[in-house]
């Protein structure tokens, strides 16, 4: 069962259309999750130089002789359920005037914050200590650190409160070398493909001793020299004390350009692989378009030519039964005008299938030219003549051949069928009288050059193209006074294109037509 084109055009197009959707959407979710990892990546980038520029600081704290300390930081779940961070800082100072210690311990009101975490019996320390010894960090828990390990999101929520607790405690000993954090920060960004300006402000937020007015002091503003940011540009925020009373602003451009710039191989891929499906659709509609054409013209020759063929042999058998049997041999004027009426038919015939040779003749691998050297002073006359004698109209062709021994080298036979395709053409297509004009010409390339003009009907600019091809047939409408298949002008392109030439038309719709071939 063939489907009709239509329902291939509509599924071709579907198919297509779905294939663009799809990549569309698959491009758009990858672009989405590249863009969702590199804000994450900021984040952390943030985060993990903070906890950097903390630890180098409490290294440098060892070297310290004057004073060394210990930062306490505890977290789990009070009696009524609440869970909690809280920290505290001890500092040891050595007196030299006595050689006496003294041990100060900090613990600032509201140093101390409540968190959301299941309701279970888990108790979490972590701590950080500096004192004679190396730096030492331990984590403990009871009754439970198992429960938190379960969930990933939920211990780094509580490492973030760590760390939070932790630079509460250290930034008392020690304040915070935003220098050194931006320093970690654009090293961990450029590791991560993040390579873009950007401005780092240290803030604190306060407010007055009657909690009534808020103010945000920014302590310091560094980041990419000459940057400045536009209005689009992005900020990301990171709170590094319990209290969320100090914090770091990172202002960026949009990250969507960075992604777009890393994803240009893939989109370039995309673009390059949907332009291929595209153009590969377009060529099996046209070809399958192309075909259905072919199949249709085909169709309207079989019918013709059955027809055509039909039609001499009824009349020859005719005329030929005539002189059997009504004894119309005896007289002779009746017996040649039967006997003309034979051969014209059987003539007509000759034609036909001649046709029908032609139209499979550029198929047979077997075919073979013979060329010779013809002078066109001596093949045109005799071809002129013959087309006068058989047209059923006045005829006028001038022939100007320059110079006079002009010659070609081509297959005697079919180079004749060619200038007599076009020769037939220019008559059958002038209305009235046929006025055709022949000029043969030496080029400078060494090839001849030979038109043939008429003042016929032309052939319309949108037809054009199409002239050439095998059964096409300029449309009439349901004006049928010109005889042809198709076939004429096709044969003529191909036995051009096999000597090694080309045969070009130039026409004007009711002025006429001009027909070039070069060999």
């Not at 310290?64 to 809280?86: C, L, M, P, Q, W």
């Not at 060329?371 to 006068?388: A, G, R, V, Y």
């Not at 059923?392 to 080298?409: F, H, R, S, W, Y």
């Not at 053409?425 to 030496?442: E, G, L, T």
């Amino acid at each position: 069962m063939k489907l009709p084109f239509k329902y291939i055009a509509i599924l071709v197009i579907v198919s297509l259309a779905g294939i663009f959707a799809y990549q569309a959407y698959w491009l758009t979710g990858l672009y989405h999750t590249m863009h969702s990892e590199m804000e994450r990546d900021i984040t952390e980038a943030m985060r993990m130089s903070d906890y950097n520029e903390m630890m180098i600081r409490v290294d440098k704290m060892k070297q310290d002789d004057i004073n060394h300390g210990e930062v306490s930081v505890s977290a789990g779940y009070s009696d009524d359920g609440k869970s909690f961070v809280r920290s505290s800082t001890t500092i040891s100072r050595e007196d030299s005037l006595d050689n006496t210690t003294l041990h100060e311990t900090f613990m600032p009101k509201g140093d101390s914050v409540y968190v959301t975490h299941p309701n279970d019996s888990t108790r979490v320390e972590v701590s950080v200590r500096d004192s004679d010894s190396s730096p030492q960090s331990a984590l403990s828990a009871k009754g439970g650190l198992d429960v938190i390990l379960r969930d990933q999101n939920s211990m780094l929520e509580l490492a973030t409160y760590f760390q939070r607790g932790l630079h509460s405690g250290l930034d008392i000993i020690s304040d915070p070398d935003v220098m050194l954090y931006d320093s970690l920060l654009t090293s961990f960004l450029h590791d991560r493909n993040i390579n873009l300006p950007h401005r780092l402000l240290h803030l604190h937020k306060g407010s007055k001793w009657d909690s009534t007015i808020l103010y945000i002091d920014t302590l310091v503003n560094i980041g990419t020299p000459g940057y400045v940011p536009t209005s689009k540009a992005v900020e990301y925020n990171y709170s590094f004390d319990i209290n969320t009373s100090q914090s770091y602003r990172l202002i960026m451009e949009p990250a969507g350009t960075l992604v777009l710039r890393q994803m240009s191989g893939i989109l370039t891929t995309s673009f390059v692989i949907l332009i291929v499906l595209a153009f590969s659709f377009w060529f099996l509609i046209r070809t399958i378009l192309k075909q259905k054409t072919l199949e249709e013209m085909k169709s309207d020759f079989t019918n013709n030519i059955t027809h055509e063929l039909k039609t001499p042999i009824a009349v020859a058998y005719a005329a030929n039964d005539a002189l059997l049997n009504f004894n119309l041999a005896e007289d002779k004027q009746q017996r040649d005008k039967y006997l003309g009426i034979c051969q014209e038919q059987l003539q007509r015939l000759s034609g036909l299938v001649e046709q029908i040779l032609s139209m499979s003749m550029e198929r047979r691998k077997t075919f073979r030219l013979h060329p010779e050297t013809l002078s066109l002073h001596d093949l045109f006359p005799t071809l002129i003549e013959q087309h006068k004698l058989k047209a059923g109209k006045p005829v006028e062709i001038n022939l100007d051949i320059a110079p006079e021994d002009l010659t070609i080298i081509a297959d005697r036979t079919h180079f004749s069928n060619i200038l007599s395709n076009l020769i037939d053409n220019a008559i059958k297509y002038s209305p009235d009288k046929a006025d055709i004009m022949i000029c043969c010409r030496k080029k400078e390339t060494e090839q001849v050059e030979i038109s043939v003009t008429d003042h016929g009907i032309g052939i319309p600019t949108d037809k054009q193209p199409h002239i050439f091809d095998k059964f096409y047939r300029v449309p009439t409408g349901n004006i049928h006074n010109t005889k042809g298949y198709g076939l004429g002008l096709f044969y003529v392109k191909t036995m051009v294109e096999k000597h090694g030439g080309m045969v070009t038309v130039r026409s004007e719709a009711g002025k006429g037509s001009t027909f070039t071939i070069r060999i």
